[in-house]
């Protein structure tokens, strides 16, 4: 791991504090556009910062991918200024700065109506919280996951790890879904939905979306997609967003290994 950015501008103009957003992709084209368009969104933002992406380049052939993530946090923990860690998923994106921190023993996340309202990304931790909290759900997403949990095993992992430890959750809506009528005051687009047109599995780097279709919501993430990939933005213009990222920390091969 090391820093390949550490330029500090933007949100300290905003009185926003230093913040960390890890999220875990594996190295196929789909994911590879996802990490570039949030972290374009994260400049364009203004937020001071420090993302930390994970990659997996080889993962073993029986294990649930989403674990990188987690072993990850638990044997690669690097030290950080950040006293607020924000967990994402890399299907997200910025439309504004993000003002949220958690204070120790609690935990922020987006409630999932498809995992009964548990708790998850955007997971909102105090620093001291986090690796003692990866290092209980570890072990439990493996169990879940072998256990026929599917692909939110991590989830279920993440509520059951938080209330072993005592943390106090709290649900809180700080990512909107492509499918809702309207962003409000919500930060974050999830674009996890088939939805006016975009469905993130079909698109391809540079594709033209229309951004007059669907909710408001989906014309936002259409517009911010074709101002990141497309308009004649290639080469050195594509990613260049118009505030500071803090640090740029990429980690590859760093697969949830059994």
Same mark, same amino acid.
């Given at each position: 791991?090391?820093?390949?950015? #550490?330029?500090?501008?933007?949100?300290?103009?905003?009185?926003?504090?230093?913040?960390?957003?890890?999220?875990?992709?594996?190295?196929?084209?789909?994911?590879?556009?996802?990490?570039?368009?949030?972290?374009?969104?994260?400049?364009? =933002?203004?937020?001071?910062?420090?993302?930390?992406?994970?990659?997996?380049? !080889?993962?073993?052939?029986?294990?649930?991918?989403?674990?990188?993530?987690?072993?990850?946090?638990?044997?690669?923990?690097?030290? #950080?200024?950040?006293?607020?860690?924000?967990?994402?998923?890399? $299907?997200?994106?910025? +439309?504004?700065?993000?003002?949220?921190? =958690?204070?120790?023993?609690?935990?922020?996340?987006?409630?999932?109506?498809? !995992?009964? $309202?548990?708790?998850?990304?955007?997971?909102?931790?105090?620093?001291?919280? +986090?690796?003692?909290?990866?290092?209980?759900?570890?072990?439990? !997403?493996?169990?879940?996951? #072998?256990?026929?949990?599917?692909?939110?095993?991590?989830?279920?992992?993440?509520?059951?790890? !938080?209330?072993?430890?005592?943390?106090?959750?709290?649900?809180?809506?700080?990512?909107?879904?492509?499918?809702?009528?309207?962003?409000?005051?919500?930060?974050?687009?999830?674009?996890?939905? $088939?939805?006016?047109?975009?469905?993130?599995?079909?698109?391809? =780097?540079?594709?033209? +979306?229309?951004? =007059?279709?669907?909710?408001?919501?989906?014309?936002?993430?259409?517009?911010?997609?074709?101002?990141?990939?497309?308009?004649?933005?290639?080469? #050195?213009?594509?990613?260049?967003?118009?505030?500071?990222?803090?640090?740029?920390? $990429?980690?590859?091969?760093?697969?949830?290994?059994?």
């Amino acid at each position: 791991m090391k820093p390949i950015n #550490s330029t500090r501008v933007g949100s300290e103009l905003l009185g926003i504090p230093m913040v960390e957003f890890i999220y875990s992709i594996d190295d196929s084209d789909y994911q590879c556009w996802q990490a570039e368009l949030l972290d374009w969104s994260v400049r364009r =933002s203004g937020m001071t910062c420090r993302i930390t992406r994970l990659t997996a380049t !080889a993962p073993d052939a029986e294990t649930y991918r989403c674990l990188n993530r987690l072993w990850s946090v638990v044997h690669q923990w690097q030290p #950080s200024d950040a006293q607020t860690v924000v967990f994402l998923d890399p $299907d997200m994106l910025f +439309v504004r700065p993000l003002n949220v921190a =958690s204070a120790r023993g609690a935990l922020i996340g987006q409630p999932y109506g498809y !995992a009964n $309202d548990l708790p998850w990304c955007p997971l909102v931790f105090h620093r001291d919280d +986090v690796k003692r909290w990866a290092e209980v759900c570890l072990p439990l !997403a493996r169990a879940i996951h #072998s256990a026929g949990g599917g692909w939110i095993s991590e989830i279920w992992a993440g509520a059951i790890g !938080a209330n072993l430890l005592g943390l106090r959750i709290e649900r809180k809506d700080l990512a909107a879904f492509n499918c809702e009528p309207e962003l409000a005051d919500r930060s974050i687009i999830h674009y996890c939905y $088939d939805h006016g047109g975009f469905f993130k599995q079909r698109y391809r =780097s540079g594709d033209y +979306v229309n951004d =007059s279709a669907g909710t408001a919501v989906n014309r936002q993430l259409a517009a911010l997609l074709n101002e990141c990939f497309g308009c004649g933005r290639t080469g #050195s213009d594509r990613g260049q967003g118009a505030a500071g990222l803090a640090e740029h920390v $990429d980690t590859t091969g760093a697969a949830g290994r059994p």
